[in-house]
């Protein structure tokens, strides 16, 4: 068992008290097997090992002793640099995957073949005349087709060396230029990550600074083959967000319910999940339910509150823990942040784990296999198995914890645009630029990314966000930090309060404007993970809108609690654009001191962007207002 205090693992009750139902009831959760760990290895905190090759694995005497050199000859710079590409190349393989899945979806929409339809039409076209397919005359199914065709180009070697058309689309040509004299502009997404993994392979590429050069190459390729083509394809299927009020923390399980929780990141399940779940209702009120109570956790968590308004039960530290109440029904999972150790804790209670993705498997898991072909038929037969599940609960280790939040979801950038319209209809952009301009809104902060067992859950994340909405900081959330900062009760209109006087008056007076019954929340959910992409059009739109450089923003981004891959690959397109990037710690690269500098130094001077490391919300958060002051001045406002 752990040695630290619940208090010390989590800053929410909620969990704190599941953590203790977990011992009492003898189960082993990621704080366990986190103790367990130590010490980690030393080595591999800081990336000086190598397992590349059969001769290894290799590990460098951090003190400047000896092995001072791998096997093959690799120095601690080469081989740091080496593995953090590998990483940025997995980070940004995950969102690669999942974009390309979205168009294969897309094209089965539009050809009849899975139950999915063009929600949005006006992103449809708007996406599409972004990146030069004519909408003109033609029906929405044929702009689909061609658009589909345009997005798969993107993944293909044969255009001739062009910027991928994602990327060019969405980013000022400054950033295009800049890129291409750096040489990290992308022409084509699996080339590129394939020829990653190649040139850290045994013998091929040993330089430090261009293996560096290549992280950053993957955050393009993270950012535009990945993040922005999924969100625009999700957004036309399922239809672009729009603010809605739920709520989040465990407390939203409904003892009297079928409890099923859908956890993962790609919404076309989930999407069917929700939609069967209404309509087998009267199934489960036969089997002595009053109804089903779904959630969401992670990045489909996210999906689904920000187009259905589903509750939030928590992030990646939180799905064990949603077992642990013994209310849990079922939890669905398809890819990504899906802890194995699920099947482990249901196993102690009666909790269905259902996994559905064919790369997504789990050993003891119930597996159903999801097509999109067959997507109703198989949603049905998920919830039909959450229900019987729920003919077996144990009800004397039903605890649920009477602890939840309202939250406010669903801001993308085109709902933020409709809300500043309440206020200038003919020129939308234009109160908040002026109100950044006067200085009652201070500057605008990027929040992303995980938790990570390594830091207490919330407690770096949510002091950092409170410190900077007091200091007037617009902040925009996605990812699993959005739930952490959700059920620290920072995203409902009564955080405003906390904000400074011009701030506070800014929200008050849209959401005044919109008929909200009070501010709009201080912070702003803007999805999944997938969808930090959203950040970066809204910056654009506010660069582009003064006439300035992104690098010239009084803007930042910050990933307070990384833990995978992809938060790295993310935090790596966050300084292409050319934002000050904090994050919590260094992706295990403090081995070489050459690629250190090249992340928190040098980039700056070659893209305007970089990485910047500090562990203490406060200290990060005075660091972040000092580096808005700088470029306030710098535009003179």
Same mark, same amino acid.
């Given at each position: 068992?752990?040695?630290?205090?619940?208090?010390?693992?989590?800053?929410?009750?909620?969990?704190?008290?599941?953590?203790?139902?977990?011992?009492?009831?003898?189960?082993?959760?990621?704080?366990?097997?986190?103790?367990?760990?130590?010490?980690?290895?030393?080595?591999?905190?800081?990336?000086?090992?190598?397992?590349?090759?059969?001769?290894?694995?290799?590990?460098?005497?951090?003190?400047?002793?000896?092995?001072?050199?791998?096997?093959?000859?690799?120095?601690?710079?080469?081989?740091?640099?080496?593995?953090?590409?590998?990483?940025?190349?997995?980070?940004?393989?995950?969102?690669?995957?999942?974009?390309?899945?979205?168009?294969?979806?897309?094209?089965?929409?539009?050809?009849?073949?899975?139950?999915?339809?063009?929600?949005?039409?006006?992103?449809?076209?708007?996406?599409?005349?972004?990146?030069?397919?004519?909408?003109?005359?033609?029906?929405?199914?044929?702009?689909?087709?061609?658009?589909?065709?345009?997005?798969?180009?993107?993944?293909?070697?044969?255009?001739?060396?062009?910027?991928?058309?994602?990327?060019?689309?969405?980013?000022?040509?400054?950033?295009?230029?800049?890129?291409?004299?750096?040489?990290?502009?992308?022409?084509?997404?699996?080339?590129?990550?394939?020829?990653?993994?190649?040139?850290?392979?045994?013998?091929?590429?040993?330089?430090?600074?261009?293996?560096?050069?290549?992280?950053?190459?993957?955050?393009?390729?993270?950012?535009?083959?990945?993040?922005?083509?999924?969100?625009?394809?999700?957004?036309?299927?399922?239809?672009?967000?729009?603010?809605?009020?739920?709520?989040?923390?465990?407390?939203?399980?409904?003892?009297?319910?079928?409890?099923?929780?859908?956890?993962?990141?790609?919404?076309?399940?989930?999407?069917?999940?929700?939609?069967?779940?209404?309509?087998?209702?009267?199934?489960?009120?036969?089997?002595?339910?009053?109804?089903?109570?779904?959630?969401?956790?992670?990045?489909?968590?996210?999906?689904?509150?920000?187009?259905?308004?589903?509750?939030?039960?928590?992030?990646?530290?939180?799905?064990?823990?949603?077992?642990?109440?013994?209310?849990?029904?079922?939890?669905?999972?398809?890819?990504?942040?899906?802890?194995?150790?699920?099947?482990?804790?249901?196993?102690?209670?009666?909790?269905?784990?259902?996994?559905?993705?064919?790369?997504?498997?789990?050993?003891?898991?119930?597996?159903?296999?999801?097509?999109?072909?067959?997507?109703?038929?198989?949603?049905?037969?998920?919830?039909?198995?959450?229900?019987? !599940?729920?003919?077996?609960?144990?009800?004397?280790?039903?605890?649920?914890?009477?602890?939840?939040?309202?939250?406010?979801?669903?801001?993308?950038?085109? !709902?933020?645009?409709?809300?500043?319209?309440?206020?200038?209809?003919?020129?939308?952009?234009?109160?908040?630029?002026?109100?950044?301009?006067?200085?009652?809104?201070?500057?605008?902060?990027?929040?992303?990314?995980?938790?990570?067992?390594?830091?207490?859950?919330?407690?770096?994340?949510?002091?950092?966000?409170?410190?900077?909405?007091?200091?007037?900081?617009?902040?925009?959330?996605?990812?699993?930090?959005?739930?952490?900062?959700?059920?620290?009760?920072?995203?409902?209109?009564?955080?405003?309060?906390?904000?400074?006087?011009?701030?506070?008056?800014?929200?008050?007076?849209?959401?005044?404007?919109?008929?909200?019954?009070?501010?709009?929340?201080?912070?702003?959910?803007?999805?999944?993970?997938?969808?930090?992409?959203?950040?970066?059009?809204?910056?654009?739109?506010?660069?582009?809108?003064?006439?300035?450089?992104?690098?010239?923003?009084?803007?930042?981004?910050?990933?307070?609690?990384?833990?995978?891959?992809?938060?790295?690959?993310?935090?790596?397109?966050?300084?292409?654009?050319?934002?000050?990037?904090?994050?919590?710690?260094?992706?295990?690269?403090?081995?070489?001191?050459?690629?250190?500098?090249?992340?928190?130094?040098?980039?700056?001077?070659?893209?305007?962007?970089?990485?910047?490391?500090?562990?203490?919300?406060?200290?990060?958060?005075?660091?972040?207002?000092?580096?808005?002051?700088?470029?306030?001045?710098?535009?003179?406002?």
């Amino acid at each position: 068992m752990t040695t630290r205090k619940p208090e010390d693992k989590n800053i929410d009750p909620a969990i704190q008290q599941m953590i203790v139902k977990g011992q009492q009831d003898g189960v082993t959760v990621c704080y366990d097997r986190y103790e367990a760990m130590q010490p980690q290895c030393g080595f591999g905190e800081l990336g000086i090992c190598c397992r590349n090759c059969l001769q290894g694995p290799c590990r460098i005497d951090p003190f400047g002793g000896e092995p001072s050199h791998g096997i093959c000859g690799a120095d601690a710079d080469t081989i740091v640099a080496r593995n953090l590409l590998r990483t940025s190349a997995g980070g940004a393989a995950t969102h690669c995957d999942h974009a390309f899945e979205t168009i294969e979806m897309l094209l089965l929409a539009t050809e009849g073949k899975a139950p999915y339809q063009i929600t949005d039409v006006d992103k449809l076209k708007a996406v599409a005349e972004r990146v030069g397919v004519k909408t003109s005359g033609k029906s929405k199914e044929r702009i689909a087709h061609d658009l589909a065709m345009k997005a798969y180009a993107d993944y293909s070697p044969s255009r001739e060396n062009k910027p991928l058309s994602w990327l060019e689309s969405s980013v000022p040509p400054e950033r295009v230029e800049t890129w291409k004299k750096v040489g990290i502009l992308p022409t084509d997404g699996d080339l590129e990550i394939r020829r990653a993994m190649h040139e850290t392979s045994n013998g091929v590429d040993h330089d430090p600074v261009k293996l560096s050069l290549q992280c950053a190459k993957m955050g393009l390729i993270d950012a535009y083959s990945g993040l922005k083509l999924g969100t625009d394809f999700q957004d036309i299927v399922f239809g672009t967000p729009r603010p809605v009020k739920t709520s989040a923390n465990l407390g939203v399980l409904q003892e009297d319910k079928v409890n099923i929780a859908v956890h993962g990141h790609i919404p076309f399940l989930s999407e069917k999940i929700v939609e069967w779940a209404r309509k087998l209702e009267p199934e489960a009120k036969k089997a002595g339910a009053k109804g089903i109570q779904l959630c969401g956790i992670c990045c489909t968590g996210n999906e689904v509150l920000m187009r259905h308004g589903v509750p939030s039960a928590g992030n990646y530290l939180t799905q064990e823990f949603a077992v642990i109440t013994g209310a849990l029904d079922a939890i669905v999972v398809d890819v990504q942040c899906v802890m194995p150790s699920l099947v482990d804790v249901a196993n102690c209670y009666h909790t269905k784990v259902i996994t559905t993705h064919e790369i997504g498997g789990m050993r003891g898991a119930t597996h159903i296999p999801f097509a999109a072909e067959t997507a109703d038929e198989d949603a049905q037969k998920i919830v039909r198995l959450a229900i019987e !599940a729920f003919k077996n609960r144990i009800p004397e280790k039903v605890q649920i914890p009477n602890v939840k939040t309202e939250m406010w979801g669903g801001f993308s950038v085109e !709902a933020i645009i409709e809300a500043l319209a309440a206020l200038d209809a003919k020129d939308p952009l234009k109160p908040l630029v002026d109100n950044i301009k006067a200085g009652n809104i201070r500057g605008l902060v990027g929040m992303v990314g995980c938790d990570n067992t390594r830091f207490k859950d919330g407690g770096i994340s949510v002091p950092l966000a409170e410190e900077l909405i007091k200091e007037g900081c617009l902040i925009y959330v996605g990812g699993c930090c959005a739930h952490a900062l959700g059920r620290a009760g920072l995203m409902c209109p009564d955080a405003a309060a906390g904000a400074s006087d011009g701030l506070r008056a800014v929200l008050q007076a849209i959401g005044d404007a919109n008929k909200l019954g009070g501010p709009l929340p201080p912070v702003l959910h803007m999805g999944s993970c997938v969808d930090n992409s959203r950040v970066g059009d809204l910056l654009v739109a506010v660069a582009n809108y003064l006439g300035v450089r992104i690098q010239d923003l009084p803007a930042a981004a910050t990933a307070p609690e990384l833990m995978h891959e992809k938060a790295v690959s993310i935090g790596e397109w966050a300084v292409d654009l050319g934002l000050l990037t904090h994050i919590g710690m260094a992706p295990f690269c403090g081995g070489s001191g050459l690629v250190t500098k090249i992340l928190t130094d040098d980039l700056e001077g070659l893209v305007g962007g970089k990485f910047y490391v500090e562990s203490d919300p406060h200290v990060a958060a005075q660091t972040i207002l000092a580096h808005i002051d700088k470029k306030r001045a710098a535009l003179g406002i």
